[in-house]
């Protein structure tokens, strides 16, 4: 059974016409998670097959790069590197951008309120200054605007992959859901690479178990992805393979290939996460929690972790009752604040999906006949939605509304690296 990605209400040939703008038609999806798993000798010559492999999903003439940037808890000091990257200028850019435009700067940069983020959107939030300043760095690779995927293997690690385009670019919801999928999977992969693997199961590419440990999944929980994934790769139907392919199994394993010779297995190998300080809830509900301080809806949350989303809401009420709060707003808020990671979103948690992309929409200065348009909807809707924004966020006027939600972002980002968390804060 194919999933659906982006919901309901896109239609096939909505769907086609969405991928379009910026995505190319019938692209090898599948392709790009198998190059994030492949069995590389060091991090350079797999980040190069990431990128030769994403290269061909994008409609720009450019080539992607990828960098990672490795900062302290606190975000002042940083360094990187780009493992591949298609101009020499970039291999300073993570350095340069705290050396030069500071730490807050290098937050809203590098840790947007989406996994899935153009340039043009990340200036948006900045101050007018570094604004200028990045919009000359930009200018500097030939680029008008760029794409970036945000992944984060571990606390203080970012690895970005981005791809220049000569024209502004307009993500769609549905851009969103697809390129955040890639950035799960680059998340995962580069976890794998980084810490010692244990193995748990090993399945043939007919699904059947052929080692497991006692404590691994059911063998039929396993069977079934080994199943999806070779579904994936035969089927290489565009963008509803990658629906096949969780990052996570069980939110815990990573699904690997390895070749022996002409044989092909799959493993199942945990890739243990970094301690957390919630102490009273358990790895399952640190990592959906985790996930919702980052934005991404509950569907995403399961595609994340290779669990249902009726798990995924059951770890969300579970965890509520252990830390005594009431709702998912208020839930997710308070792990944003313990976690002191600068993932966490404290704009627009509190939103619907439609109104976060209403929202998003009116920061780029569009009227309600535009948004109705990229949307499609009717203009009475959109006008619906921004009066419910407006009602949300105690606001008064649309131009208000954006300047809160662009003061919002930064004022999250410093809430974070402030120390929220270790002690009352006064108000």
């Not at 994030?36 to 080539?63: C, G, I, K, N, S």
């Amino acid at each position: 059974m194919k999933v659906a990605l982006a919901g309901r209400a896109i239609t096939r040939r909505a769907r086609g016409d969405e991928v379009g703008r910026v995505l190319r038609r019938g692209a090898d999806w599948a392709g790009v998670v198998e190059a994030t798993q492949l069995e590389a000798r060091d991090d350079e010559t797999w980040a190069r097959h990431v990128v030769r492999a994403a290269r061909p999903l994008f409609a720009t003439a450019h080539e992607p790069s990828l960098v990672v940037a490795e900062h302290s808890p606190a975000c002042d000091s940083a360094r990187g590197v780009a493992l591949a990257a298609a101009r020499s200028e970039l291999a300073s850019v993570p350095d340069a951008g705290l050396a030069t435009f500071g730490v807050s700067a290098f937050r809203g940069i590098y840790y947007p309120p989406t996994t899935a983020r153009t340039h043009r959107e990340i200036e948006r939030t900045l101050s007018r200054d570094v604004a200028v300043r990045t919009a000359d760095l930009r200018r500097q690779i030939d680029a008008q605007d760029l794409i970036g995927l945000f992944a984060y293997p571990e606390p203080g690690v970012v690895v970005l992959l981005f791809i220049p385009y000569d024209r502004e670019v307009h993500l769609t919801r549905y851009d969103r859901s697809l390129l955040a999928r890639i950035a799960l999977h680059v998340e995962t992969s580069y976890r794998l690479r980084r810490r010692p693997e244990v193995l748990k199961a090993v399945l043939d590419v007919d699904g059947r178990v052929i080692e497991r440990s006692e404590d691994a999944p059911p063998a039929d929980v396993l069977a079934s992805h080994a199943v999806s994934v070779t579904r994936a790769r035969r089927e290489r139907d565009g963008a509803e393979a990658l629906a096949l392919w969780p990052a996570l199994v069980s939110g815990q394993l990573s699904l690997v290939e390895r070749r022996s010779g002409t044989r092909q297995r799959y493993l199942f190998v945990e890739n243990p996460a970094p301690s957390q300080p919630f102490r009273a809830l358990s790895p399952a509900e640190v990592d959906v929690l985790s996930l919702a301080a980052r934005g991404h809806p509950t569907k995403l949350i399961a595609y994340a972790l290779g669990v249902s989303s009726s798990i995924v809401s059951m770890r969300m009420v579970s965890a509520a009752a252990k830390v005594g709060v009431s709702s998912r707003m208020e839930l997710v808020r308070l792990a944003a604040m313990l976690a002191r990671d600068p993932r966490a979103r404290f704009v627009d948690i509190a939103l619907t999906d439609a109104e976060s992309d209403v929202l998003e929409l009116l920061q780029r200065g569009l009227s309600n006949e535009e948004i109705a348009v990229m949307r499609s909807r009717s203009v009475r809707t959109i006008a619906n939605q921004v009066a419910s924004l407006l009602r949300k966020t105690q606001t008064r006027s649309r131009r208000e509304l954006v300047v809160r939600a662009a003061g919002a972002e930064r004022l999250g980002a410093s809430l974070v690296t402030s120390g929220v968390g270790r002690g009352p804060v006064k108000r």
